[in-house]
């Protein structure tokens, strides 16, 4: 089995920052590609980041110069550092992964919760 825990989330204030970690536990082989998703109030899920096993990154434009996706494979954690916030990233944040246990899976995470207000 493979579990995926987000954590890092919170409220914060318009122009604040937050760093959101997601740490991968389980009987698996290995990890290949890793992503950030969210889903925002009364808007569908959407691809934030994602991270290649080598450490290759790419962003949705929306977060471009603002969000920075990195991972350690040897603790098989990804973060999502995320700079300059505003409303408009409030939102559930959830890990996802192509991982290998047998064969190759997707999965997710449980989600976790960021608000950017004042």
């Known amino acids: 089995q493979v579990q995926l825990v987000e954590s890092g989330g919170g409220l914060v204030q318009p122009g604040g920052s937050l760093r959101l970690s997601c740490v991968a536990s389980?009987?698996?082989?290995?990890?290949?590609?890793m992503r950030w998703y969210r889903r925002r109030p009364e808007k569908g899920r959407e691809l934030v980041a994602a991270?290649?096993?080598?450490?290759?990154?790419t962003y949705a434009d929306s977060v471009k110069g603002r969000f920075t996706i990195s991972r350690d494979n040897g603790v098989n954690t990804m973060y999502l550092e995320m700079n300059s916030l505003g409303p408009e990233d409030t939102a559930v944040y959830y890990c996802n992964a192509d991982v290998r246990l047998g064969s190759w899976g997707n999965y997710w995470g449980q989600g976790t919760q960021v608000t950017v207000s004042s």
């Open positions: 991270i290649s096993h080598a450490g290759t990154p």
């Open positions: 389980g009987s698996f082989v290995a990890i290949n590609n």
